[in-house]
């Protein structure tokens, strides 16, 4: 299976058609079928890693202030226990089974790329006791799911400032927000992981991603880049001027 990084910015992409919503839709007809999905989690941020382990899990709304209709949004894809201690099994029981449910930085994204949602989900939690190179070495220990079909996804925004957001969706992206996005595009395709796990050392860095979270997915999809493989972008904008929506994939 590829691994992917998604910029999934705001819930309103569960339900918008723009072009962020039609490369996802083009993305799941490319892809070769996954047996499930993991989704490492910007959302979802915990002390030691968790993966969710319910054959159900729910949607959760992890999000306030928006239309109701994104409310009755659901995404009735199963999960898979079987998987999940897959997930345990390839980190060395380092990453534990949880039940909880399936935020929006998982379905709201899927249910763009597999809209029937007949792919079974689990995510896996951003372990706040690790430093960024240690989020970067638990991915690689994942890479043994890729070849049990797994499709492993990274999905957070490479710039996430909502400090200075503007809440136009299509406003025109800050200057400093281009230039750091540009510098993530162009160190991922020189395959420069250091400086991506060190990225902090960047001047534009705490601005762009002024709290990790939304960043660190990213390191995971790299961790998972055979020798072989380049990464190339499959969809990239800016969304309310601060947020990134550049999305990678390993080919």
């Known amino acids: 299976m590829p691994a992917l990084f998604v910029g999934h910015g705001s819930p309103l ?13 083009r993305l799941g007809g490319a892809l070769p079928r996954p047996a499930a999905v993991v989704c490492v989690s910007a959302h979802w941020q915990t002390s030691g890693p968790f993966v969710t382990a319910g054959a159900r899990p729910e949607t959760i709304y992890d999000f306030y202030g928006f239309p109701p209709e994104l409310y009755e949004v659901t995404y009735p894809a199963s999960g898979s226990p079987e998987v999940a201690a897959l997930v345990v099994e390839a980190t060395g029981g380092v990453v534990r089974p949880a039940d909880r449910g399936i935020d929006h930085a998982a379905w709201m994204v899927l249910r763009n790329v597999f809209p029937e949602a007949d792919v079974p989900v689990l995510e896996m939690s951003l372990d706040l006791t690790l430093d960024e190179r240690g989020h970067y070495e638990l991915g690689r220990r994942l890479a043994t799911l890729r070849e049990q079909d797994v499709l492993v996804m990274g999905s957070g925004n490479v710039v996430h400032n909502l400090y200075e957001i503007d809440w136009a969706q299509d406003a025109a992206p800050a200057d400093w927000a281009i230039v750091f996005d540009a510098w993530v595009r162009d160190a991922v395709a020189a395959r420069r992981h250091d400086e991506l ?3 902090l050392a960047h001047p534009l860095a705490r601005r762009a991603a002024p709290t990790a979270e939304h960043y660190l997915p990213l390191l995971y999809t790299l961790a998972l880049q055979d020798d072989g493989e380049r990464i190339e972008t499959v969809h990239e904008s800016f969304q309310h001027a601060t947020v990134s929506m550049r999305s990678f994939m390993t080919v």
């Open 197 to 199: 796990i060190g990225y």
């Open 13 to 25: 992409n569960c339900v918008a058609d723009n072009a962020f919503t039609r490369d996802m839709r």
